[in-house]
């Protein structure tokens, strides 16, 4: 069994700072890609940013420059510091892992989502 549960959203002003968290647990043997994406009311899920278990990073065009995906490998968490927050950053954040299991699956695994709304 393999949990991600993501911490950290909240209500934040216009230019405000978040960072969000991601812890990956239970039967995992290694993890590869980890990502966050978001999906805001009406819209489909999009990628926010990727990292590579290199350290290898993306990110969508709206937040180069202000959001920075970081990751932590002995504790399978990873982080998404956001700065200079928009309104139109407002959405579900979701936080994803391609990792193999112990029992030797590899998949995608998905977090619950953590709110992020920003808004004076």
């Known amino acids: 069994q393999v949990q991600l549960v993501e911490s950290g959203g909240g209500l934040v002003q216009p230019g405000g700072s978040l960072r969000l968290s991601c812890v990956a647990s239970?039967?995992?043997?290694?993890?590869?890609?980890m990502g966050w994406y978001r999906q805001a009311p009406g819209k489909q899920r999009e990628l926010v940013a990727a990292?590579?278990?290199?350290?290898?990073?993306n990110y969508a065009d709206s937040v180069k420059g202000r959001f920075t995906i970081s990751r932590d490998n002995a504790k399978n968490t990873v982080y998404l510091q956001m700065n200079s927050l928009k309104p139109e950053d407002t959405a579900v954040y979701y936080c994803n892992a391609d990792l193999r299991t112990r029992t030797l699956q590899r998949r995608v695994y998905w977090g619950q989502g953590t709110q992020v709304s920003v808004s004076s």
């Open positions: 239970g039967s995992i043997l290694s993890i590869y890609d």
């Open positions: 990292i590579t278990s290199g350290g290898s990073t």
